[in-house]
């Protein structure tokens, strides 16, 4: 046997894995977690969404629930027919209509956006003299409207846009 004979498997062994280490650099450096080893799912009132371990569950009564990692918050809202006639909103409105509801409540202006296999609108809040950008989803599920907002400081917004968008599209609902 001679040696290219010898070592093309060798060649191969050595392509496969750097490969593989490339795979796993490149999707830890843009938030994607293919090992599933740096996630958890987080559940509340029958919505379930998958975020980093490094997120903690906070108490808010405002809120269905809370998870906060050191720069971003997920804040979620459920609304069904009840509280939306409470909050002078229309009941049985499409989620788009919902959406446009939210949007003037809290008087911003944006409108919503359909893209990613999600309904999203963003905005800006100031807040103790602090610049805020929000990436607000809404979902519908268990007869209910849903509001996923994900938040941070403005200027880092642009780094995790991406994740919030992957983050949003792991919301499910039992």
């Not at 409540?105 to 309904?119: A, C, H, N, S």
């Amino acid at each position: 046997m001679n040696w290219a004979k010898r070592h093309t498997g060798s060649k191969k062994k050595i392509f496969l894995a750097s490969a593989i280490a490339a795979i796993i650099v490149i999707s830890s450096m843009s938030g994607i977690n293919c090992l599933g080893t740096n996630s958890k799912v987080f559940s509340a009132n029958g919505l379930s969404i998958t975020l980093p371990k490094s997120f903690a569950e906070k108490e808010d009564s405002n809120y269905s629930a809370i998870y906060q990692s050191q720069n971003t918050v997920v804040s979620v809202a459920r609304e069904d027919d009840p509280s939306l006639a409470q909050a002078g909103a229309l009941t049985n409105v499409s989620i788009i209509g919902f959406t446009e509801k939210l949007i003037s409540m809290f008087q911003v202006d944006t409108m919503p956006t359909i893209g990613y296999g999600l309904i999203f609108f963003t905005y800006d809040k100031t807040i103790s003299e602090k610049s805020f950008t929000y990436f607000a989803t809404v979902f519908t599920g268990n007869n209910a409207y849903w509001l996923v907002q994900f938040s941070c400081e403005t200027k880092d917004y642009d780094k995790l846009e991406q994740k919030f968008i992957g983050w949003a599209q792991t919301v499910s609902f039992s």
